[in-house]
């Protein structure tokens, strides 16, 4: 229950304060953590490694540039964006929730990968401003209570001439919309009680995807934390998005 005086935010489908949606994303996390990329592979059939790789390769990242991967989990996109910017440069793995966050870190160094890792909070990073080439947060940004904070946080360590880019689940195109539907809601819990032994953590994931922002929402609370040419990309017949804006 909320009082009059608490924000309100959406978790999943119910509305929650702020900060009960906190506590339950971070439920979420540490239940589905030990299974979260094994649930990746089957949930997607394997395309999230392609969405992931499309989005670095859209972020212009080279060699010795400096990259932050906001709530990156288990680290796919940090391991990416390493073999990206080479040992002259620096890419930090960041997570509010320590479960995901441990294990991204262990397959960093299982990879041979010393990446720095810090627990910290999307809404609050703890980084100086203007110190990244580029910010990244992917299957991320819809779990946050308060997504405009944190895109302003994302924009204020980025440098100028660099990039935010937001990878997330949307909406697909409509005629598409019946089968999807039936895949989220059925097929997914499902899959996460036979796997992860999670059905609620997945019926989550499928209603926090349906009141996500529309692309055109995300584009337009981007420019609105100082962002410029912001433009994004359908993926998977809109499954998927690649939203990219630049401080100028």
């Not at 608490?6 to 506590?23: H, L, M, N, P």
């Not at 810090?118 to 580029?134: H, I, K, N, R, S």
């Not at 991320?140 to 204020?156: D, I, Q, S, W």
């Not at 937001?166 to 499902?190: C, G, K």
Request: glycine share 10%.
């Amino acid at each position: 229950m909320t009082t009059p005086s608490e924000k309100t935010t959406d978790f999943g489908f119910e509305a929650v304060s702020e900060d009960e949606k906190i506590q339950r994303v971070a439920k979420v996390f540490h239940s589905v953590a030990g299974r979260y990329d094994l649930m990746n592979d089957l949930m997607s059939g394997g395309l999230h490694r392609l969405w992931k790789r499309f989005a670095v390769a859209r972020s212009g990242v080279r060699s010795g540039q400096r990259v932050l991967d906001v709530a990156g989990g288990t680290g796919d996109l940090a391991r990416l964006f390493t073999q990206r910017v080479g040992a002259s440069g620096e890419v930090v793995l960041t997570d509010i929730n320590g479960s995901m966050l441990w294990r991204g870190r262990d397959r960093l160094v299982d990879a041979g990968l010393m990446t720095p890792v810090v627990q910290c909070d999307a809404e609050c990073l703890p980084f100086t401003a203007g110190y990244f080439d580029c910010v990244c947060i992917g299957f991320g940004l819809r779990n946050v209570a308060r997504k405009a904070k944190a895109l302003r946080e994302m924009a204020r360590v980025l440098r100028p001439g660099g990039c935010v880019l937001v990878l997330e689940f949307s909406h697909p195109w409509a005629l598409l919309q019946p089968a999807y539907d039936a895949y989220s809601f059925r097929v997914l819990p499902a899959l996460g009680r036979l796997v992860a032994g999670d059905e609620g953590s997945y019926r989550y994931l499928a209603e926090s995807i349906r009141v996500h922002p529309s692309r055109d929402q995300l584009k337009t609370m981007m420019e609105s934390a100082g962002l410029e040419r912001v433009e994004y990309w359908n993926l998977s017949a809109g499954v998927v998005a690649l939203h990219r804006g630049f401080l100028l």
